[in-house]
C-alpha cells in the first residue's frame, strides 16, 4: 500500500520560513510527478502550488508563490521538498502532498494519484 507522508508544518512568523518534506512509498518513484497543494479553511478548493516533473526534475509555480517557494527531490530518498521563503498570512493552510502517474505535471487535482494526509502551516501577522 502507497502511503505519502508530510513533515514540516508549523507556526511561522511573517517574513519566516519553513521546509516541508514528504516521503512517498512508491516502487517507481521517479515515474510519477509530484506536486504540492494547499487548501485554506472555509472551504476554498484545494490549490496546486508547485510541481516536478518525474524524472528530468523541472519546475512549476503557481504565481502565488513563484519567487518565494522552490520545489525539489532526491529521487534516492523517494522524497520531495519544498522551501517557503518570505512567508505571508495568506500562505496560512494545510498543505499536501500529492504523486501523479501519467502526467507530465501534477499541479492539478485531476491529476493526482496519490495524496498525503496534509501538514498544516500558520503564518502569524
Known amino acids: 500500500q502507497v502511503q505519502v507522508v508530510e513533515s514540516g508544518g508549523g507556526l511561522v512568523q511573517t517574513g519566516g520560513s519553513l521546509r516541508l518534506s514528504c516521503t512517498a512509498s512508491?516502487?517507481?518513484?521517479?515515474?510519477?510527478?509530484m506536486g504540492w497543494f494547499r487548501q485554506s479553511a472555509g472551504g476554498k478548493e484545494r490549490e496546486g502550488i508547485a510541481?516536478?516533473?518525474?524524472?528530468?526534475?523541472?519546475?512549476l509555480y503557481s504565481d502565488s508563490v513563484r519567487g518565494r517557494f522552490t520545489i525539489s527531490k532526491d529521487i534516492a530518498k523517494k522524497t520531495v521538498y519544498m522551501q517557503m521563503n518570505s512567508l505571508k498570512p495568506e500562505d496560512t493552510a494545510m498543505y499536501y502532498c500529492?504523486?501523479?502517474?501519467?502526467?507530465?505535471?501534477?499541479?492539478?487535482?485531476?491529476?493526482?494519484?496519490?495524496w498525503g494526509q496534509g501538514t498544516q502551516v500558520t503564518v502569524s501577522s
Open positions: 512508491i516502487f517507481t518513484f521517479g515515474d510519477y510527478a
Open positions: 500529492a504523486a501523479g502517474y501519467g502526467h507530465q505535471w501534477c499541479a492539478d487535482v485531476a491529476t493526482v494519484t496519490y
Open positions: 510541481s516536478i516533473t518525474g524524472r528530468s526534475g523541472r519546475t
